[in-house]
Nanobody, 124 residues
Framework: QVQLVESGGGLVQAGGSLRLSCAAS????????MGWFRQAPGKEREFVAA????????DYADSVKGRFTISRDNAKSTVYLQMNSLKPEDTAVYYC?????????????????WGQGTQVTVSS
């Protein structure tokens, strides 16, 4: 059974940083592309960042480019999202997702497995 477990969310002031982690189990992690999405209250879930199976390719939403960095450690079956210069508009539940392919981008339906999410709240 595939499990994706996010951690690292919390409350932070604007301008601060957080690092989210997503630990995967139940599949060969290094075969899967990984992504982060987020959903703010009253809004649809949106793409944040993606990384290829080997970590060689990444993609970011325009709203987070230059502030967020996605990375992965295949030895630990974990993907990370380093979030710097956080803004109140980054407040959302952040979801980790895995796709059974070498790279997957911003399309939700291309992802096969999802975590339960972790709350990130940025105060002004």
């Amino acid at each position: 059974q595939v499990q994706l477990v996010e951690s690292g969310g919390g409350l932070v002031q604007a301008g601060g940083s957080l690092r989210l982690s997503c630990a995967a189990s139940g599949r060969t992690f290094s075969n899967d592309a990984m992504g982060w999405f987020r959903q703010a209250p009253g809004k649809e879930r949106e793409f944040v960042a993606a990384i290829s199976w080997g970590g060689y390719s990444t993609d970011y939403a325009d709203s987070v480019k230059g502030r967020f960095t996605i990375s992965r450690d295949n030895a630990k079956s974990t993907v990370y999202l380093q979030m710097n210069s956080l803004k109140p508009e980054d407040t959302a539940v952040y979801y980790c997702a895995a796709a059974k392919r070498k790279f997957s981008g911003s399309v939700e339906r291309d992802y096969d497995y999802w975590g339960q999410g972790t709350q990130v709240t940025v105060s002004s």
